[in-house]
């Protein structure tokens, strides 16, 4: 697999671009490392309701077609 988006030439990181899967890369780069805050603990991710969750699940099920 390309360290680069085959759609725009961004990186790629963990299988996702970081502009066109922008929402999807935060959520799992950011809310779900608990190394990201830099003391063991997990950012708290938005409701589930949310558009940007929303624009997560729709950017991730892209990724598995």
Request: charged share 30%.
């Amino acid at each position: 697999m390309s360290k680069y988006c085959e759609d725009c030439g961004c990186k790629v990181y963990s299988g996702r671009c970081s502009n066109c899967h922008e929402a999807s890369f935060i959520y799992h780069e950011q809310y779900m490392n608990p190394d990201y805050l830099g003391n063991g603990q997990q950012l708290t991710p938005p409701d589930e309701n949310s558009d940007f969750m929303r624009k997560v699940r729709e950017q991730d099920a892209s990724l598995r077609r």
